[in-house]
């Protein structure tokens, strides 16, 4: 076993030995511009972009038009909420989201506030759940989309895609889901789950950073968007700039390989994330599991430690990687705003540590975090003790 040993892959996951393996060609040989429509290497760059993009598709059951290339799910889910609201304001002011989405969602819906449109942000269960009720009475004539994340990337709770895409098609009203935690962990379909506009990054999902795609419905209730980057009018004049391509291909085959890997990996993942939480409910007494523990990744789990400060925690166990919570807010020590909105109380909002299994991680990893969180904490609260005395 080597260390450090890595447990933050909802913060970003290495990418695929398949993968990399895939991508280089596309970066010397056949190093053309995909746009370069006159001679053979723009061809084959074109061709590849192509390939990938029927593989991007077939993972979430898509049409291969339905597909656009991001620099990432932010870009992506800025498009999706700018650019719907820009599109259909003479229809609407009105998004629906919730508390606990990623900061590039509650980020564009804050500035879409700014511009006058009204937000709502949808009661939440303290298991980290949807309330369907209060979601439904939310709608209103004006409501131009619902915006709800597919899997929380501090707590991995997974919200009721299904039944929130049916109510959104019953009132009209367009679904956006941020799935850049969940594709290629749990099946997707965007057909028989009503999704409008799904957000994709490679970084979750052994891609390279860099790169991502939005789906965007184009067959039934089309949906249209008014673009956020101008310029030559690539990706359907949806995204305008300079693919990348060797990015696009790593994408595209790593979805592929969750494709047809995803059953067999996630049942492997469950187990070990299991095993986890087994063996620290028998060696650790006063802790919490936040967020439900019968909807969530198979690769998450999200623990509160009441009374231990997590910055103490983790650098008191530098061999191993770990996070407090989503990577895009860990520079700022504050109470995790996931856990505040589902109502939890301080000491527990503000103690969580959050464990991201990957395809790579091993049983012999989890048994060494396991004892090793175990022996840590028992040794803080012994010295807290020993200080209060």
């Known amino acids: 076993m080597k260390l450090p040993i890595y447990l933050d892959n909802h913060a970003t996951t290495p990418v695929d030995p398949r993968v990399l393996e895939a991508m280089l060609l596309y970066f010397t040989e056949n190093f053309g511009n995909a746009a370069s429509r006159n001679h053979q290497f723009g061809w084959t760059?074109?061709?590849?972009?192509?390939?990938?993009?029927?593989?991007?598709?077939?993972?979430?059951?898509?049409?291969?038009?339905?597909?656009?290339?991001?620099?990432?799910a932010s870009e992506s889910d800025n498009l999706a909420l700018k650019g719907v609201a820009h599109r259909y304001r003479d229809r609407g002011d009105h998004i629906i989201t919730a508390a606990t989405e990623h900061k590039a969602?509650?980020?564009?819906?804050?500035?879409?506030?700014?511009?006058g449109f009204r937000v709502t942000y949808a009661r939440l269960r303290p298991d980290g759940l949807v309330d369907l009720d209060d979601l439904m009475r939310a709608i209103t004539e004006k409501t131009l989309l619902v915006s709800i994340m597919a899997a929380n990337n501090e707590i991995g709770v997974l919200q009721p895609l299904s039944?929130?895409?049916?109510?959104?098609?019953?009132?009209?009203?367009?679904f956006h889901t941020d799935a850049a935690q969940a594709t290629g962990k749990i099946?997707?379909?965007?057909e028989a789950m009503h999704i409008d506009l799904l957000s994709i990054a490679g970084h979750k999902m052994y891609a390279p950073k860099g790169v991502g795609a939005l789906y965007v419905r184009r067959r039934a209730a089309q949906v249209d968007l008014e673009p956020i980057i101008d310029g030559g009018g690539h990706e359907g004049g949806l995204r305008s700039g300079t693919l990348n391509v060797p990015g696009i291909v790593g994408l595209g085959k790593a979805c592929e390989i969750c494709r047809q890997e995803m059953p067999e990996e996630s049942r492997r993942l469950a187990g070990l994330r299991d095993r986890l939480k087994d063996?620290?409910?028998?060696?650790?007494?006063?802790?919490?599991?936040?967020?439900?523990?019968?909807?969530r990744l198979p690769n998450n789990l999200s623990v509160s430690f009441p009374g231990?400060?997590?910055?103490?925690?983790?650098?008191?166990?530098?061999?191993?990687?770990?996070?407090?919570?989503?990577?895009?807010?860990?520079?700022?020590?504050?109470?995790?705003?996931?856990?505040?909105?589902?109502?939890?109380?301080?000491?527990?909002?503000?103690?969580?540590?959050?464990?991201g299994l990957g395809r790579f991680t091993t049983q012999e990893e989890i048994d060494y975090c396991l004892n090793r969180v175990a022996e840590t904490v028992k040794r803080l609260r012994e010295m807290g003790r020993i200080a209060a005395a």
Do not use: W
């Open 45 to 72: 760059a074109a061709a590849a972009v192509e390939n990938a993009r029927k593989q991007v598709a077939k993972l979430i059951n898509a049409g291969t038009k339905e597909i656009v290339f991001t620099s990432g």
């Open 105 to 115: 969602v509650l980020d564009s819906a804050a500035r879409l506030a700014q511009e």
């Open 163 to 174: 039944e929130i895409g049916r109510m959104c098609r019953e009132r009209r009203v367009l």
């Open 187 to 190: 099946p997707l379909d965007v």
């Open 279 to 295: 063996g620290l409910l028998a060696r650790l007494d006063g802790i919490h599991f936040n967020g439900s523990l019968e909807h």
């Open 308 to 355: 231990i400060d997590p910055p103490t925690l983790m650098a008191a166990m530098s061999d191993i990687a770990l996070s407090s919570g989503s990577a895009c807010t860990s520079e700022k020590p504050e109470p995790s705003y996931v856990l505040q909105a589902l109502g939890v109380p301080a000491e527990i909002a503000g103690t969580p540590l959050r464990f």
